[in-house]
């Protein structure tokens, strides 16, 4: 390997700065997810979805209909479902708990976010200066696989005890090569 390369600081400190990544967007959920429990929230729920449909193009406004009639017929459910989520991958995120379906479950909850109460960003117009976050949370998530993938798994997270004791557990945690080969069989 290039000496440069293994030589700096980047390189020998990957296992750490990937670990630390990986917490600090968990928190960073944790706290939106919490956000989703203060009061007066679900209250204000359906007139977000209802702001974020105003202004859209019209091969849109089925799409903002559907969710403008959903989120007023039951905008408890839909808030706090997106409460729990995001909580849980947090979690998953700080703890490294089954990683491989938070990220991909995480980037999926993350354009929903964007396509529903952010609106895609839009309306796209001259004052427009903000595609949204959701879409920048999903290519966050995408980053961590690719991460995983090319620097192997995290050797500091809850996939890699449980790994040990059973390798199964890497299909639902790892996109990468294994972290311990697997068992001889006998």
Same mark, same amino acid.
């Given at each position: 390997?290039?000496?440069?390369?293994?030589?700096?600081?980047?390189?020998?400190?990957?296992?750490?700065?990937?670990?630390?990544?990986r917490?600090?967007?968990?928190v960073?959920?944790?706290?939106? +997810?919490?956000?989703?429990? %203060?009061? !007066? &929230?679900?209250d204000? #729920?359906p007139?977000?979805?209802?702001? =974020?449909?105003? *202004?859209?193009p019209a091969w849109?406004?089925?799409?903002?209909d559907?969710w403008?009639?959903?989120?007023a017929?039951?905008?408890?459910?839909?808030?706090?479902?997106? +409460?729990?989520?995001?909580? %849980?991958? !947090? &979690?998953?995120?700080? #703890?490294?708990?089954m990683?491989?379906v =938070?990220?991909? *479950?995480?980037?999926i909850?993350?354009?929903?976010?964007?396509?529903?109460?952010?609106?895609?960003g839009?309306?796209?117009?001259?004052?427009?200066?903000?595609?949204g +976050?959701g879409?920048?949370?999903a290519?966050?998530?995408?980053m961590?696989?690719?991460i995983?993938?090319?620097?192997?798994?995290?050797?500091w997270?809850?996939?890699?005890?449980?790994e040990r004791?059973?390798?199964?557990?890497?299909?639902?945690?790892?996109f990468?090569?294994?972290?311990v080969?697997?068992?001889?069989a006998?």
């Amino acid at each position: 390997m290039n000496e440069a390369r293994t030589g700096s600081w980047w390189y020998r400190n990957a296992q750490t700065l990937k670990t630390a990544f990986r917490v600090v967007f968990g928190v960073i959920w944790l706290i939106a +997810g919490a956000f989703k429990f %203060a009061p !007066g &929230l679900v209250d204000d #729920f359906p007139g977000m979805v209802a702001d =974020a449909a105003a *202004g859209q193009p019209a091969w849109l406004q089925g799409w903002f209909d559907f969710w403008t009639t959903q989120s007023a017929a039951n905008p408890a459910l839909w808030v706090y479902l997106t +409460g729990v989520l995001e909580l %849980a991958v !947090g &979690l998953a995120l700080v #703890f490294g708990f089954m990683r491989k379906v =938070a990220y991909l *479950g995480g980037a999926i909850l993350s354009m929903f976010i964007w396509a529903v109460p952010e609106g895609f960003g839009g309306p796209y117009g001259s004052g427009s200066t903000d595609i949204g +976050g959701g879409v920048v949370y999903a290519m966050a998530f995408l980053m961590l696989i690719l991460i995983n993938v090319a620097y192997g798994p995290s050797r500091w997270s809850l996939d890699a005890l449980i790994e040990r004791r059973w390798s199964g557990w890497r299909r639902v945690a790892e996109f990468g090569p294994a972290l311990v080969a697997p068992r001889a069989a006998p």
